[in-house]
């Protein structure tokens, strides 16, 4: 017999119904306890206890404004602070989540969440389609600007370039693991890598390497907290890449029950950050404007 449903189910892809919100998070919260090995009552309302830490990894270069040290005399301390760092802290601790955060050679980082033992997830990372394939991706939290650096001394008109396509004459430079995106398969191929943003820039002051294409803003916080010293003072100028959209970055979780529960969870928390108008707030305090 088709009888119509007591209540409307909601649509694919939406938020359920305000009057089951309680009950919503308690379902989230319930799959998450199951899948970190806690009981279920961990997770219910009127159970404070939440469940076992969750471990989060990042670069351990540094991605300031997004992941970065806390500096006292200009040396790194234990205290981790950025747009991301303070962001996650507000999506688990409104949940009632434990977590904490490691800094690890990024390629170990990428590994270790791949493997998911014992890293759940990682902060910042763009979304390939081997990365697809391997993690689970939240939704896109913010965005990157790819610029072009260079040596102004060798180059003191600028490069001139109209489109990705005319960096082809030039030995470009980077760091391992990183995907860049931006730039085709031939060319990062032929890019020479490094595991450090002060021992690549090394590499173009010393001439071993033509450009460097980077996000302009992590350049800029590298500069703030002492990581790079200033650019301009070493010589070093920069231009938009020609032709190239905004890049995306996501959180990235492990494709198992844990991590399924906790991508979950980010995305019902970045929707409602969204909406509410608190990550537009958060981008502004912590994020650079790109010229």
Not at 157 to 165: D, N, Q, W
Not at 180 to 209: C, H, I, K
Not at 215 to 241: C, F, Q, V, W
């Amino acid at each position: 017999m088709n009888a119509r449903p007591d209540r409307p189910c909601p649509r694919p892809g939406l938020s359920p119904p305000r009057r089951h919100a309680t009950r919503w998070r308690a379902s989230v919260l319930t799959a998450l306890a199951l899948a970190m090995g806690q009981p279920a009552a961990a997770a219910r309302d009127e159970a404070p206890a939440a469940p076992s830490t969750v471990r989060i990894c990042d670069d351990a270069n540094e991605w300031p404004p997004y992941t970065f040290a806390e500096r006292r005399e200009g040396q790194p301390t234990g205290q981790l602070l950025g747009y991301s760092v303070e962001l996650i802290r507000l999506i688990l601790e409104r949940r009632g989540v434990s977590f904490a955060i490691e800094l690890l050679p990024w390629k170990r980082c990428l590994m270790e969440v791949r493997d998911g033992t014992r890293y759940q997830m990682l902060l910042n990372a763009s979304a390939t389609p081997e990365r697809e394939r391997d993690y689970l991706i939240s939704s896109a939290y913010h965005q990157t600007h790819s610029y072009v650096f260079f040596d102004r001394k060798r180059h003191p008109g600028g490069l001139g370039l109209r489109s990705k396509a005319d960096l082809q004459p030039f030995v470009l430079g980077g760091i391992r693991g990183y995907a860049y995106p931006m730039l085709d398969d031939a060319q990062r191929e032929r890019m020479l890598r490094t595991g450090s943003y002060p021992a690549l820039f090394r590499m173009l002051q010393l001439g071993r390497v033509d450009v460097l294409v980077e996000d302009y803003e992590a350049m800029r916080g590298l500069e703030r907290t002492g990581t790079l010293g200033s650019l301009a003072a070493a010589g070093i100028a920069s231009e938009p890449l020609p032709g190239t959209a905004p890049l995306q970055y996501h959180m990235m979780f492990s494709r198992d029950p844990r991590g399924s529960a906790l991508h979950q969870l980010v995305n019902e928390e970045l929707a409602r950050l969204q909406q509410s108008g608190e990550l537009q707030r958060l981008q502004q305090r912590h994020l650079p404007k790109v010229p």
